[in-house]
C-alpha cells in the first residue's frame, strides 16, 4: 500500500494543480481592465465582493469539502468500495443542504449589505438584485465545490485541472462580454459556467466511480464523522483571514486610507506567490489521508518532507526576487506612485516564504484526522498578533503592519513543525536537517540578500544573475533529493486511474 501512496511524484500533481488555478487568474488579470471600465468603481467593488463570495466557498461549507476529501482517499486506500459511494452521496446531500441555508443567508442580508456600503441611489437597486441573485445561485458552486472534492480524494488531479482552467478562461472572457449588460447579467455568466463545470465534474465522478448516479444512499455515521471533522476546519477557515487580512483595517484605523494602499499593495504581491503552496497542499492531501489509513508512516512523512521542500525551493527564489527589486516589481504592476511599498514588500517576502511552508504542516493535520490544532494555534495567535501589529503600525505604520504579518508566519510555520513532530513521532524523513535544512537556508540567503543590497547597492544585472543562479541551484538540489523522481521507471498518469485499478 505504501508504493500505491507514493506511485505519483508529488511534484506533478502540484504541478498539474497549479496549472489549474493559474490559467484563470492570468485570465480574470486579462479581463481586469475592462471590468473596471465597463462598470466603474462603483458597481465593480459590487462585484468584487460577489466574486469574494464564490472565490471563498470553504466559508460556507461547513469543513464538508475537505473532510469529503479525506474521507474518500481513506476508503480508496483500504479498498472500501461500498463506503466509497456512502461516503460521496452522503457528502454530496450534506453539502446541498449547507449549500441552500448558505444562499438563504445571502438573499435575507443582501440588503444590510447593499445599505452598509453606501452606494449611490442609481446603484442601489441594482446592486441588491445582484446580491439576491448571488445567494439563489450559490447551490451551484457549493455542490460543484463536493464534487471536486471527491475527485481529488480519488487523485484525479489532471482531469479536475483541465476543467477547471477551462471554466476559469471562459468565465473571465464571459465576464467581460457580459459587463456591459449589469451585474445581474455577469452573475448569470458565472453561475451558467460553473453549471456546465458542474455537469463536466458529475460525468467525471460517474467515470471514476460506475454507476454511482444509480445508487443513491445516505450513511448517518458517515455524517456525523464528516460535520464532526468539518467543525474545526470551519474554525481555520474562519480565522485564517482574520491573521491575513485583519492588520489592513488596523492600517486604515490608526494610520488613514494612504498607508492602506502602500500596504496593501505588496501584501497582494505577496500572496498571488501562495497558489504555489495551495497547489503543493492539495496534490499532498489525499496521498497523507490514504498512507496514515493503511499505517505508513514512513510515506506520510517522505510526503510532508517532499511537500516542504518543493514549497521553498519555488518560493525560495521568488522571495530573493522581492526582496532585490521590490521597487522594480512594484514599478511594473502599478506605477512610479507604489515605490513607497518597496520596504513593505521586502519584509512581507520573508513572511511569504514562512507562511507558505506553514501550509503544508497545516494541510498534515487534517489529512491526518486533527484539523483542531491548526485551528487552536490560529486562534491562540489571533489576539498577540493584533496587539503587536497595532504597536508597530502606530509607530512605523505599513512597516510595522508587514514586520508583525512577518513574524507572525514565522510563529505560526514553527508551532506547526513543532507540534507536527510530536503527532508523527521520530522517523528518518523528518531529521531536522533533511525536512527543515533548506528552508534555514532560504532564510539566511534572503537576509544576506537585503544586507547586501542595503550596502552595495548592485546594478540590477548583477541583482538578476544572483537569482538566476539560486533557482538553478534550487532546481539542482530538488533533483538531486530525487523529489522530482522518486521512483524512476515507474510508469503512470497524472491521478487518471479508476478506483481499485
Same mark, same amino acid.
Given at each position: 500500500?505504501? &508504493?500505491?501512496?507514493?506511485?505519483?511524484?508529488?511534484?506533478?500533481?502540484?504541478?498539474?494543480?497549479?496549472?489549474?488555478?493559474?490559467?484563470?487568474?492570468?485570465?480574470?488579470?486579462?479581463?481586469?481592465?475592462?471590468?473596471?471600465?465597463?462598470?466603474?468603481?462603483?458597481?465593480?467593488?459590487? $462585484?468584487? *465582493?460577489?466574486?469574494?463570495?464564490?472565490?471563498?466557498?470553504?466559508?460556507?461549507?461547513?469543513?464538508?469539502?475537505?473532510?469529503?476529501?479525506?474521507?474518500?482517499?481513506?476508503?480508496?486506500?483500504?479498498?472500501?468500495?461500498?463506503?466509497?459511494?456512502?461516503?460521496?452521496?452522503? &457528502?454530496?446531500?450534506?453539502?446541498?443542504?449547507?449549500?441552500?441555508?448558505?444562499?438563504?443567508?445571502?438573499?435575507?442580508?443582501?440588503?444590510?449589505?447593499?445599505?452598509?456600503?453606501?452606494?449611490?441611489?442609481?446603484?442601489?437597486?441594482?446592486?441588491?438584485?445582484?446580491?439576491?441573485?448571488?445567494?439563489?445561485?450559490?447551490?451551484?458552486?457549493?455542490? !460543484?465545490?463536493?464534487?471536486?472534492?471527491?475527485?481529488?480524494?480519488?487523485?484525479?488531479?489532471?482531469?479536475?485541472?483541465?476543467?477547471? #482552467?477551462?471554466?476559469?478562461?471562459?468565465?473571465?472572457?464571459?465576464?467581460? *462580454? &457580459?459587463?456591459?449588460?449589469?451585474?445581474?447579467?455577469?452573475?448569470?455568466?458565472?453561475?451558467?459556467?460553473?453549471?456546465?463545470? /458542474?455537469?463536466?465534474?458529475?460525468?467525471?465522478?460517474?467515470?471514476? /466511480?460506475?454507476?454511482?448516479?444509480?445508487?443513491?444512499?445516505?450513511?448517518?455515521?458517515?455524517?456525523?464523522?464528516?460535520?464532526?471533522?468539518?467543525?474545526? %476546519?470551519?474554525?481555520?477557515?474562519?480565522?485564517?483571514?482574520?491573521?491575513?487580512?485583519?492588520?489592513?483595517?488596523?492600517?486604515?484605523?490608526? +494610520?488613514?486610507?494612504?498607508?492602506?494602499?502602500?500596504?496593501?499593495?505588496?501584501?497582494?504581491?505577496?500572496?498571488?506567490?501562495?497558489?504555489?503552496?495551495?497547489?503543493?497542499?492539495?496534490?499532498?492531501?489525499?496521498?497523507?489521508?490514504?498512507?496514515?489509513?493503511?499505517?505508513?508512516?514512513?510515506?506520510?512523512?517522505?510526503?510532508?518532507?517532499?511537500?516542504?521542500?518543493?514549497?521553498?525551493?519555488?518560493?525560495?527564489?521568488?522571495?530573493?526576487? =522581492?526582496?532585490?527589486?521590490?521597487?522594480?516589481?512594484?514599478? =511594473?504592476?502599478?506605477?512610479?506612485?507604489?515605490?513607497?511599498?518597496?520596504?513593505?514588500?521586502?519584509?512581507?517576502?520573508?513572511?511569504? /516564504?514562512?507562511?507558505?511552508?506553514?501550509?503544508?504542516?497545516?494541510?498534515? $493535520?487534517?489529512?491526518?484526522?486533527?484539523?483542531?490544532?491548526?485551528?487552536?494555534?490560529?486562534?491562540?495567535?489571533?489576539?498577540?498578533?493584533? !496587539?503587536?501589529?497595532?504597536?508597530?503600525?502606530?509607530? %512605523?505604520?505599513?512597516?510595522? #503592519?508587514?514586520?508583525?504579518?512577518?513574524?507572525?508566519?514565522?510563529?505560526?510555520?514553527?508551532?506547526?513543525?513543532?507540534? =507536527?513532530?510530536?503527532?508523527?513521532?521520530?522517523?528518518?524523513?523528518?531529521?531536522?536537517?533533511?525536512?527543515?535544512?533548506?528552508?534555514?537556508?532560504? =532564510? @539566511?540567503?534572503?537576509?544576506?540578500?537585503?544586507?547586501?543590497?542595503?550596502? $552595495?547597492?548592485?546594478?540590477? #544585472?548583477?541583482?538578476?544573475?544572483?537569482?538566476?543562479?539560486?533557482?538553478? @541551484?534550487?532546481?539542482?538540489?530538488?533533483?538531486? &533529493?530525487?523529489?522530482?523522481?522518486? +521512483?524512476?521507471?515507474?510508469?503512470?498518469?497524472?491521478?487518471?486511474?479508476?478506483?481499485?485499478?
Amino acid at each position: 500500500m505504501g &508504493s500505491r501512496a507514493l506511485g505519483m511524484p508529488l511534484w506533478r500533481n502540484s504541478a498539474v494543480n497549479l496549472a489549474g488555478q493559474a490559467l484563470p487568474a492570468l485570465a480574470y488579470a486579462l479581463v481586469l481592465p475592462t471590468l473596471i471600465h465597463e462598470l466603474g468603481l462603483q458597481r465593480f467593488g459590487v $462585484f468584487a *465582493l460577489v466574486w469574494t463570495l464564490f472565490s471563498y466557498l470553504t466559508l460556507f461549507d461547513l469543513g464538508l469539502g475537505r473532510g469529503t476529501a479525506r474521507a474518500v482517499a481513506r476508503a480508496r486506500e483500504v479498498g472500501e468500495e461500498q463506503l466509497l459511494y456512502s461516503i460521496v452521496w452522503t &457528502s454530496w446531500l450534506l453539502l446541498l443542504v449547507v449549500a441552500g441555508g448558505a444562499g438563504l443567508v445571502v438573499w435575507a442580508v443582501a440588503p444590510v449589505g447593499g445599505a452598509w456600503l453606501r452606494l449611490p441611489q442609481e446603484v442601489q437597486g441594482e446592486a441588491l438584485q445582484t446580491f439576491r441573485l448571488t445567494g439563489a445561485v450559490l447551490p451551484v458552486f457549493l455542490v !460543484a465545490w463536493a464534487l471536486q472534492a471527491v475527485l481529488e480524494g480519488l487523485r484525479w488531479f489532471g482531469p479536475v485541472a483541465a476543467v477547471r #482552467a477551462a471554466l476559469g478562461i471562459t468565465t473571465a472572457f464571459g465576464l467581460a *462580454l &457580459s459587463a456591459r449588460s449589469g451585474l445581474p447579467a455577469m452573475v448569470w455568466t458565472v453561475t451558467v459556467a460553473r453549471a456546465g463545470y /458542474l455537469l463536466a465534474l458529475g460525468i467525471l465522478v460517474e467515470r471514476a /466511480l460506475p454507476g454511482l448516479w444509480r445508487r443513491p444512499c445516505f450513511h448517518g455515521r458517515v455524517a456525523r464523522e464528516l460535520v464532526d471533522f468539518g467543525r474545526w %476546519v470551519v474554525v481555520h477557515a474562519w480565522m485564517a483571514p482574520v491573521l491575513t487580512y485583519g492588520d489592513r483595517f488596523l492600517v486604515a484605523i490608526l +494610520r488613514g486610507a494612504a498607508d492602506v494602499s502602500v500596504y496593501a499593495v505588496p501584501q497582494e504581491t505577496v500572496l498571488r506567490l501562495m497558489l504555489v503552496p495551495a497547489a503543493v497542499a492539495t496534490a499532498a492531501y489525499p496521498v497523507l489521508s490514504g498512507s496514515q489509513a493503511v499505517g505508513a508512516t514512513e510515506d506520510v512523512q517522505r510526503t510532508y518532507s517532499e511537500g516542504l521542500r518543493l514549497v521553498s525551493t519555488v518560493l525560495g527564489p521568488g522571495s530573493v526576487l =522581492l526582496v532585490l527589486f521590490p521597487g522594480e516589481i512594484l514599478r =511594473l504592476w502599478i506605477g512610479p506612485q507604489a515605490q513607497m511599498a518597496a520596504d513593505p514588500l521586502r519584509l512581507l517576502a520573508v513572511g511569504g /516564504l514562512l507562511l507558505g511552508c506553514a501550509q503544508v504542516p497545516s494541510v498534515a $493535520f487534517a489529512a491526518l484526522g486533527r484539523p483542531d490544532v491548526p485551528a487552536r494555534v490560529t486562534l491562540a495567535l489571533a489576539l498577540p498578533f493584533v !496587539a503587536t501589529a497595532a504597536m508597530l503600525v502606530q509607530f %512605523v505604520g505599513a512597516r510595522g #503592519a508587514a514586520l508583525a504579518w512577518s513574524l507572525r508566519a514565522a510563529v505560526q510555520f514553527c508551532a506547526y513543525a513543532i507540534l =507536527l513532530g510530536r503527532l508523527l513521532g521520530p522517523g528518518e524523513p523528518l531529521k531536522q536537517r533533511n525536512v527543515y535544512g533548506p528552508i534555514v537556508r532560504w =532564510l @539566511v540567503i534572503l537576509a544576506a540578500a537585503a544586507a547586501v543590497d542595503a550596502a $552595495f547597492c548592485p546594478p540590477p #544585472a548583477v541583482r538578476l544573475g544572483l537569482v538566476g543562479v539560486l533557482g538553478m @541551484v534550487a532546481v539542482y538540489r530538488l533533483a538531486g &533529493s530525487k523529489t522530482l523522481f522518486p +521512483r524512476l521507471g515507474e510508469n503512470g498518469c497524472v491521478g487518471s486511474a479508476r478506483f481499485g485499478s
